[in-house]
């Protein structure tokens, strides 16, 4: 199920990500994205935007050569390290462990979640273990059962014995659903949230809280919070996002299409 250091530390699949990771620390903790050869113009311009706010606490791994050579000569924070995983939901959530076990807080962007400003810059209570952002329905059942699920595009994680012990879990059960979704909802589906004195908003067909909602976990003894809608947009309501991580089809030119409806770039 796991890989063998060998494969991994093997020069020939991966640039020294560590020395990139800790070269590009703020507060211990780094921003990670990845990328394929398909997405080389959108993970250029989610690194400009990056560099615009000034948010320079990110890491952008490639996951083939040719994707790396297409932004090598930018001077973003950019790593190499080559898909060897069955598909690129076991590829990320392998790299991205290996980075958490450097002893950082890792914040995860999907590459078509444009920041208009530092979302970490608001996210300070170090009483929460993990952050996350709000999915549009998947998987279907944790939506069936809590009336949300948590979205990988967009979430903080602390480092902790506690989140070692959940980010432990997440790797395993992810080699068996291969969706890091599936497995991190359905890991934290008993949750217990605290909705008292929140009001509920409807955008399209999903319900969202005007307030971020908290939540505790017992079986991994974890404070959890979810970010209300209107600060990570899947779906866009207003101009006073912190994140637009709008709803698109899997494809380059189609980000770019909703990107320009909605004047995000």
């Not at 809590?146 to 967009?154: A, E, L, V, W």
């Amino acid at each position: 199920m796991f890989l063998l250091l060998s494969q991994i530390y093997n020069i020939n699949i991966m640039s020294n990500i560590e020395e990139l990771v800790r070269s590009n620390l703020k507060d211990n903790q780094i921003i990670v994205t990845f990328f394929n050869h398909n997405y080389r113009n959108l993970a250029k311009i989610w690194c400009e935007q990056m560099e615009k706010k000034n948010i320079t606490n990110y890491v952008i791994i490639a996951s083939e050569q040719s994707a790396y050579d297409a932004l090598k000569d930018n001077n973003f924070n950019l790593g190499l390290r080559v898909k060897i995983e069955k598909n690129f939901w076991t590829y990320e959530i392998t790299v991205t462990k290996m980075i958490f076990d450097y002893g950082v807080d890792v914040i995860h962007s999907d590459l078509d979640a444009i920041w208009k400003e530092d979302a970490t810059q608001h996210m300070t209570d170090k009483n929460i273990d993990l952050y996350f952002s709000q999915g549009l329905g998947f998987p279907k059942d944790v939506f069936n059962k809590n009336g949300f699920c948590m979205c990988y595009g967009f979430w903080f994680l602390r480092n902790n014995e506690r989140t070692q012990k959940l980010f432990n879990d997440w790797v395993e059960d992810s080699f068996k659903t291969y969706d890091h979704q599936i497995s991190i909802n359905r890991l934290l589906v008993a949750t217990k949230w605290d909705r008292e004195n929140v009001e509920e908003k409807k955008v399209k067909h999903i319900v969202y809280w005007n307030n971020d909602i908290y939540g505790e976990n017992e079986a991994f003894n974890i404070k959890t919070c979810l970010l209300s809608m209107n600060k990570i947009q899947r779906l866009y309501i207003d101009e006073n996002a912190w994140i637009y991580h709008l709803s698109a089809e899997k494809v380059e030119s189609e980000k770019f299409k909703i990107f320009e409806k909605y004047n995000i770039l």
